[in-house]
């Protein structure tokens, strides 16, 4: 497969413009340009618009960590996929921080994804169980109604352009923070590749980028960087060290070169 290594930094709620901005300085000066890694970032709604004129767009894309799924209207406090639109190039959707704090639920997700394509905006659609869920023997169920109806409104084409996140939430730093097994990660992508395949056909299934979250370092990264199935990771925590992130990114080239 012959795919670019996706590695985004999910910055979350953290940062002010300013930092924000020193942030983006450090990492271009030590992140260099390959041709085989595409880097994203996710600064917080308020940095998008400075950040834009900032970033060495041959380096770095950015993306909103959310936006609503009408275009427009008397929505206050808002910001449309529509508004973003000239900013960024990927959007995170269904993050599992929005799914259990803001009480987004699998349709206000669908929404989302559709309004996101509808506006030429790539969504990355995050899906994970949470521990109960895992304790329980829920997770394929639970990965397979998150992404059934996330895709629900999408023709194959326009799934093949987006990005899959397997997000297992007791994975997160912020939340148990376990680091997940290599093992486990590879089982629940390829059924989430499969799942695709089974609604969209091989080729579909194939085509779409699916990444890897929860408590990436620059330590366990190489591990879920190396299976076949994986496309690239979702940082959180370590997104918002300039030493940690740039070194992510240098050992997702390293792996493509000895790959290909
Ligand atoms: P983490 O966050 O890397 O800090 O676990 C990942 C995420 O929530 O996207």
Redo the contacts with the bound molecule.
């Keep these: 497969m012959d795919k670019k290594l996706l590695i985004v930094g999910?910055w979350?709620m953290h940062l002010t413009v300013h930092q924000s901005s020193l942030l983006v300085h450090r990492l271009q000066e030590r992140i260099a340009t390959h041709r085989d890694v595409e880097v994203v970032l996710a600064p917080s709604m308020l940095a998008l618009q400075p950040l834009s004129m900032e970033i060495d767009r041959r380096r770095f894309r950015l993306a909103a960590q959310n936006a609503y799924h009408k275009d427009e209207g008397a929505y206050t406090g808002e910001v449309s996929f529509a508004m973003l639109g000239d900013l960024v190039h990927y959007a995170i959707v269904g993050?599992?921080?929005r799914r259990l704090y803001f009480g987004e639920t699998l349709d206000i997700v669908r929404d989302k994804v559709q309004a996101a394509v509808r506006n030429d905006i790539v969504p990355i659609i995050?899906i994970g169980e949470t521990k109960q869920e895992r304790d329980a023997g829920e997770t394929k169920q639970v990965i397979h109604d998150q992404l059934t109806t996330a895709l629900m409104n999408l023709t194959g084409k326009e799934i093949e352009n987006i990005v899959l996140t397997y997000?297992p939430v007791w994975?997160?730093?912020?939340f148990d923070?376990i680091v997940a097994k290599p093992r486990d990660v590879q089982e629940a992508i390829r059924f989430m590749r499969h799942q695709v395949e089974e609604l969209y056909g091989e080729r579909t299934a194939n085509a779409v980028r699916v990444l890897y979250?929860?408590?990436?370092n620059e330590h366990d990264v190489r591990s879920y960087l190396e299976l076949p199935e994986v496309d690239g990771v979702?940082?959180?925590?370590?997104s918002l060290n300039y030493h940690q992130f740039s070194e992510i990114v240098k050992i997702a080239h390293q792996v493509q070169t000895e790959q290909n």
Excluded: F, Y
Excluded at 234 to 238: E, F, M, N
């Design positions: 999910n979350k993050h599992s921080a995050c997000e994975a997160i730093t912020t923070g979250g929860g408590s990436v979702l940082v959180g925590a370590a």
